[in-house]
């Protein structure tokens, strides 16, 4: 077979719609959730009970998810998620009240959670150093293409089929996904079509990783800076939760959007979103070609980021639904600016053999933090109103920023032993 030129970036891409169609499928409920609370009776309050059926389950496989992946492999590990969240989305369509589908949003985060290790762990075999955070980057453009996608997708198909089909369809796209990645991925020493230049390039780089046994996963926790990577998350990763979740509501009883409306503007931010990771990825990368260390530019994106966040303060203070959506749309912009430097620092840590591991321990942490955060959400919404939320959501990046600080002095590779 021909070679493919720079394959890898065609791998990213791959990986890149698969996180778009995870995103899409986890923000079907909130584009729905208007429409289904009101068919349903749910309260705020059941509805972040619902949404934090999702992200306990997703914790707790994030943890799981990583360890399989790590054995069983990326194409295997990955084929596996889809198919399991793919199912559970469309279950969805069964949803009856707040207990059924927090059962069914608890099987979603089960298959969810594998995405992020499984791309992470895929990164960390097909890039070479200084190119990682620019594919971090573009694979955290995903979330934000999902949700840039699901309002008007999730809009016209309730409005043309129901809420029930709509998520039976949104759930057997990752099935056609599924053709696409059993065609394309291989490790890099076993794929048909890549070049030899690509191949020595990929080795060279990772040559000084390589070990021969992987680490026990109880010892990760051993290391101060897996620590500082879960608590970072912990304190942080409710944020962008918080706008996938709950923006289509937010805007509906703040607003006074109806579907139509959300499905023509709650995609928005998301574009923003997309930006922020790209321009975060790029700046990492660029940053260390002019000579940067890798914990200086790492560190200095992740800063940059928290401080923008704050702005958002100015929807406590305004009444245009448009400026709120402008202010709401440069905060996902920080967001992810911060998320495509903290995203990339396991894989900077640790060799590619705990890569997926790693990531799953910093990841379930976010969730953990996500899953206590929504339903309090849901709480100050119902008694008091959706300002105390946005105070909270504009300096948890900051406090997540300083985590790092603190737990990650310097940002080089750890010598991890079993």
């Not at 990760?220 to 304190?235: D, H, I, M, Q, T």
């Not at 409306?261 to 660029?286: C, E, K, N, Q």
């Not at 990841?363 to 959706?386: E, K, N, R």
């Amino acid at each position: 077979m021909k070679p493919i030129k720079n394959l890898r970036w065609y791998i990213i891409g791959t990986i890149f719609l698969a996180t778009t169609i995870n995103y899409i499928d986890r923000q079907a409920l909130s584009v729905a959730a208007p429409v289904i609370k009101k068919d349903l009776e749910l309260s705020n309050e059941q509805y972040g009970w619902i949404v934090s059926a999702f992200l306990l389950a997703y914790a707790i496989m994030q943890l799981v998810s990583g360890i399989i992946i790590d054995k069983i492999g990326t194409k295997k590990g990955f084929s596996l998620s889809v198919i399991w969240w793919s199912i559970a989305n469309m279950l969805h369509a069964f949803g009856s009240g707040m207990l059924s589908l927090g059962i069914f949003r608890f099987l979603l985060g089960i298959g969810e959670a594998g995405n992020y290790p499984s791309a992470m762990k895929a990164i960390s075999e097909w890039f070479p150093k200084k190119e990682r955070s620019k594919a971090v980057g573009i694979l955290n453009m995903g979330p934000g293409m999902g949700a840039i996608i699901a309002p008007p997708l999730m809009a016209w198909l309730i409005i043309a089929y129901g809420w029930e089909m709509a998520f039976v369809i949104t759930g057997a796209i990752g099935f056609l996904w599924l053709v696409l990645w059993r065609w394309i991925y291989y490790l890099p020493k076993k794929h048909p079509r890549i070049s030899k230049e690509e191949l020595l390039d990929i080795q060279e780089d990772q040559q000084e990783t390589i070990e021969k046994n992987k680490t026990p996963w109880f010892n990760y926790f051993k290391y101060k800076e897996v620590w500082g990577l879960a608590l970072s998350r912990f304190v942080s990763d409710g944020v962008f939760y918080f706008f996938v979740f709950w923006l289509p509501s937010w805007l509906s009883d703040e607003k006074g959007f109806t579907l139509t409306d959300i499905a023509l503007f709650a995609w928005i931010p998301f574009v923003l979103s997309d930006v922020g990771s790209f321009v975060g990825g790029w700046t990492g990368s660029r940053l260390m070609k002019k000579g940067f260390s890798l914990d200086t530019s790492r560190k200095r994106i992740i800063w940059i980021g928290a401080i923008l966040v704050v702005p958002i303060l100015g929807c406590l203070f305004i009444d245009s639904p448009y400026w709120a959506i402008a202010l709401i749309s440069f905060a996902l912009f920080a967001t992810q600016f911060k998320q495509s430097a903290l995203f990339t620092i396991p894989i900077d840590l640790f060799s590619k053999k705990d890569a997926a591991s790693v990531w799953g321990i910093s990841g379930s942490a976010g969730s953990f933090g996500a899953m206590l955060f929504t339903p309090v959400i849901g709480w100050l919404v119902d008694t008091i109103s959706y300002s105390p939320v946005f105070i909270i959501v504009a300096f948890l990046h900051i406090l997540s920023a300083i985590i790092i600080m603190f737990f990650i002095p310097k940002i080089q590779l750890i010598k991890s032993h079993a």
